[in-house]
Every structure is written in C-alpha cells, then in structure tokens.
C-alpha cells in the first residue's frame, strides 16, 4: 500500500504560479507511472498530466498544456505539477495518483488505470 503527502496547493491570483509536490511511500518510485487529476466542485475529476516511470514521455491535458508541467524525482519519491499562469478555471482539489507498471511505455490520462490515489490538495485562483 502506498502513502501519499501532498502539498504545495493554496490561494493565488490569476496569472500566479504554484508548484504541487506529491511525496509517494510503500514502494519503489520508478515502478509507477504518475499522474495529476483536479476535481472542481460539482465537476467530474479531469486529467492534468502524466509522467511515465523514468520521466522518458509525459501528457498533459489540452486545458493545461503551455502552461502546466509534470515531473518528478524519483530518487526522492516524488512527483511535481508546476502549474504557471492559473486561471480560474483552475481552482480545484488537485490530486497525485499512481499507476503500478512493468515497462517504460507512455503514460495514460484514463484515471480507470490509477490504483493508488492521494488525499487531495486545494488550489484556488481568485482576483
């Protein structure tokens, strides 16, 4: 079983920038692909971004791209969303989730494949 800490989320005002970090314990980093969901209230939960095990390929939503990037160090057991120019459309509970793999493959955005989810971290963007 995985633990997961997340942090880095807060208040910002549109234009701002925040930097998401997704602490991942119980097993071995590299053996999972990881991946970013956000859930605003009264949404469903939408893809961000994903990383594969050995940072060789990664995805980001079309909502996000040009202005979000994954990535993670996985000497550290940790995953990053640098998210940059928030909007906000932006505000939600951002979420690290990781999907246990054998090879280093493209990373899928399908939350369906996630196995291990974190606790959830809030990110809201107002004037």
């Known amino acids: 079983q995985l633990q997961f800490v997340e942090s880095g989320g807060g208040s910002v005002q549109p234009g701002g920038s925040l930097k998401l970090s997704c602490v991942i314990n119980g097993d071995i980093l590299e053996n999972y692909r990881i991946g970013w969901f956000r859930q605003a209230p009264g949404q469903e939960r939408e893809a961000v971004a994903c990383?594969?095990?050995?940072?060789?390929?990664?995805r980001t939503a079309d909502a996000v791209r040009g202005r979000f990037a994954i990535s993670r160090d996985n000497a550290k057991n940790t995953a990053y969303l640098q998210m940059n120019s928030l909007q906000p459309e932006d505000t939600a509970v951002y979420y690290c989730?990781?999907?246990?793999?054998?090879?280093?493959?493209?990373?899928?955005?399908?939350?369906?494949?996630?196995?291990?989810w974190g606790q959830g971290t809030q990110v809201t963007v107002s004037s």
């Open positions: 990383i594969s095990m050995k940072s060789l390929s990664a």
């Open positions: 989730a990781a999907h246990r793999t054998y090879q280093e493959a493209m990373c899928t955005l399908d939350d369906r494949f996630y196995d291990y």
